[in-house]
Structure formats: structure tokens, C-alpha cells
């Protein structure tokens, strides 16, 4: 598999704006559909968004429909997450998900994960 390690985690301001990086490491990283998912306290872990292995095809969660972008750049095997318009409602853990070919769904399809990086929003 791909070991993955977020960054860019933090504090935000209802409002405001944060981008997330992923690298990944170990395998060849044009190979795996990427993704984010998020766990709030006391909450499941849920689906943000997710991007296959070429970048051609993005899908989002409705709550982050509009607002948050998920991008790649193989050339530096690094995924992303530009989150704006955060609302307090977005803050959880954010996790990096990674998938051999096949575009990620939902957190059962996922083969790697990240070890996750703090979102806080405050009013």
C-alpha cells in the first residue's frame, strides 16, 4: 500500500479558508484514487470528497458541496483539500484516504489512511 501523512491542519475562523496537503509515499501515487474524510466528536467517520487517479473526476459530500475543492498534483504525489467558507460544523479530524485504481466511495473501499490532522472553527 501507500503510506500517507496530512498537513495543514488548524485553527479558522467561521468564514475563512485552510488547505490541506497529502503526501504519499511507497507505491506509485498516479495509481490510487484519493480522498478525505472527516470525524467529529462523537460522530462516525463520514466522506468529504474523493478524486480519481488521473484528476478528471471529483465527487463531494452535500455538506461541503460548493465550498470545499479537492485537487492532486502527481508529479509531487500530494493530494488536497481547499476548505473555505468553513463553518463550525466542519471541525473534526480530517483523515487522507487512498485506493489502488478504483475511485473511493465511502471509508469501507479504502485501503490506506492517514493519521489524520485537527480542522477547528471557531464563530
Known amino acids: 500500500q501507500v503510506q500517507l501523512v496530512e498537513s495543514g491542519g ?4 467561521a468564514g475563512g479558508s485552510l488547505r490541506l496537503s497529502c503526501a504519499a509515499s511507497g507505491r506509485t501515487f498516479s495509481d490510487y484514487a484519493m480522498g478525505w474524510f472527516r ?3 462523537g460522530k462516525e ?8 487517479r488521473s484528476g478528471d473526476r471529483t465527487t463531494y459530500a452535500d455538506s461541503v458541496k460548493g465550498r470545499f475543492t479537492i485537487s492532486r ?3 509531487k504525489n500530494t493530494v488536497y ?6 463553518n463550525v460544523e466542519d471541525t473534526a479530524v480530517y483523515y487522507c484516504a487512498a485506493r489502488f485504481r478504483v475511485m473511493v466511495g465511502d471509508g ?4 490506506s489512511w492517514g493519521q489524520g490532522t485537527q480542522i477547528t472553527v471557531s464563530s
Open 10 to 13: 488548524g485553527l479558522a475562523q
Open 39 to 41: 470525524q467529529a466528536p
Open 45 to 52: 467517520r463520514e466522506f468529504v470528497a474523493a478524486i480519481s
Open 73 to 75: 498534483d502527481n508529479a
Open 81 to 86: 483539500l481547499q476548505m473555505n467558507s468553513l
Open 108 to 111: 469501507r473501499a479504502v485501503g
